[in-house]
């Protein structure tokens, strides 16, 4: 299907199944996107910290410490 430009969205916590049968996971938390694994990243222990790091919240950082996917314009 990934061949004919198809997706299948899993939702799943159980990360052997997502191992199995996707070729990319992306790790949610708490609503937030906390990143993404490929297949030469499947291990738990990964999968695992990324679901349990929490982010760093934008009024306790400097920007140059954010991702910069969470950096905002100043007005």
């Known amino acids: ?4 430009g198809k ?3 899993v939702i799943s916590s159980e990360h052997q ?5 996707c ?6 938390a708490e609503g937030e996107l906390r ?8 291990v738990e222990e990964k999968l695992l910290a990324l679901a349990m790091t929490k982010p ?3 009024a306790e950082a400097h ?10 314009p100043v007005n």
Not at 17 to 21: A, S, V
Not at 64 to 72: K, S
């Open 17 to 21: 199944e997502l191992f199995g049968l």
């Open 56 to 58: 760093i919240a934008a």
């Open 35 to 42: 990143g993404m694994l490929l297949p030469e990243d499947y």
């Open 23 to 28: 070729d990319r996971v992306l790790v949610m």
């Open 1 to 4: 299907m990934a061949a004919a």
């Open 63 to 72: 920007p140059e410490d954010l991702p910069a996917h969470t950096h905002q």
């Open 7 to 9: 997706a299948i969205l």
